[in-house]
C-alpha cells in the first residue's frame, strides 16, 4: 500500500519525471485563457447589448445574426472554423499587400476563439439586465442633462450589475469548461496536459481525477469571488429571506 501512494506521489510530483508541474502550468493557462477570453467577451457583449437597444435596425439585425448564428453552432466546431478560416483569411489578406504570413500564436488564437464566442451570449445577458432596469432612473437621467457615456456609468452600470451577475458568473464557469476545446489549436492547457500525461504513464485514472480536482478548485474560488462581487454591488438592497 504504501509502495502504491509514494508511486501515485512521485507521478504528481511537481518536479520531473513527475507530471505534476505539468498539470499545475496546464490549470494557470487554463485560468489565462479563460479570464482573457471573459474579458474581450464582456467588451463585446455590452457594445452587442448597447447596439441591439440603440434602435438603429440593421445594427440590431447584424448583432442578432451574430448571437444567433453563434449559439447555434457548438463551440468546438466554432473553434476549428474561426481558427484555421481565420488564419487563412488574415495570411490572404497579407498576401494582397505583399507582406509574409503570419503563423497564430495558440494562446492568441484561443482567447480571440473563446472571446468572440462568450460575446454573443453576454449580449443577450447583458441585454437582458438592461431591459430589467425601470425606464423611469434612465428618463430621469436624461432629465438631468446626462450624456450616454455618464448615463452609463452613474445610472446603468450599477443598476444592470446585480441583475447580470448570476449569468455572467455561469459563463465564466463556461468558459472555464470550454477552454479544454483549445486543444485543438495546439495549445496546452488542463485537459491537454492531463491527456498527455496519461497517455506518457497510462496511469489515466490519477491524472484525469488530479484534473478534476483543479478544475473543482477553480470552481470553488471562482464561486467565492462572485459572491464577495455579488455582496458588493447589491449593498444597501433588501435580502429575499
Known amino acids: 500500500m504504501a509502495t502504491a501512494q509514494q508511486g501515485i506521489l512521485d507521478l504528481l510530483s511537481p518536479y520531473p519525471p513527475g507530471w505534476g508541474g505539468v498539470l499545475l502550468a496546464g490549470a494557470v493557462s487554463t485560468v489565462a485563457i479563460s479570464a482573457c477570453a471573459f474579458a474581450i467577451g464582456l467588451l463585446l457583449g455590452t457594445g452587442g447589448a448597447l447596439g441591439k437597444l440603440s434602435g438603429n435596425r440593421l445594427l440590431r439585425l447584424l448583432l442578432d445574426l451574430y448571437t444567433t ?25 497579407l498576401a494582397v499587400f505583399d507582406l509574409p504570413p503570419v503563423n497564430v500564436n495558440g494562446f492568441v488564437a484561443a482567447v480571440a476563439v473563446l472571446g468572440f464566442v462568450q460575446g454573443a451570449y453576454m449580449t443577450e445577458v447583458l441585454r437582458g439586465a438592461i431591459l430589467a432596469i425601470p425606464v423611469g432612473q434612465i428618463e430621469a437621467a436624461k432629465a438631468f442633462g446626462m ?41 496546452q492547457e488542463l485537459a491537454l496536459a492531463t491527456r498527455l500525461a496519461g497517455a506518457s504513464t497510462k496511469h489515466y485514472f490519477v491524472f484525469f481525477l488530479a484534473s478534476a480536482l483543479l478544475y473543482l478548485a477553480i470552481t470553488l474560488v471562482s464561486n467565492l469571488v462572485f459572491k464577495l462581487i455579488e455582496g458588493r454591488v447589491r449593498r444597501g438592497q433588501p435580502r429575499l429571506a
Not at 154 to 179: E, F, H, I, Q, Y
Request: a positive charge.
Open 69 to 93: 448564428l453563434i449559439r447555434a453552432v457548438p463551440e468546438l466546431i466554432l473553434i476549428v472554423g474561426l481558427y484555421y478560416a481565420g488564419t487563412d483569411g488574415l495570411n490572404r489578406l
Open 147 to 187: 450624456g450616454p457615456v455618464l448615463r452609463f456609468r452613474r445610472v446603468l452600470l450599477p443598476a444592470l450589475l446585480p441583475n447580470a451577475l448570476p449569468g455572467l458568473a455561469n459563463l465564466w464557469m463556461s468558459v472555464t469548461k470550454d477552454s479544454a476545446l483549445v486543444a485543438v489549436v495546439g495549445y
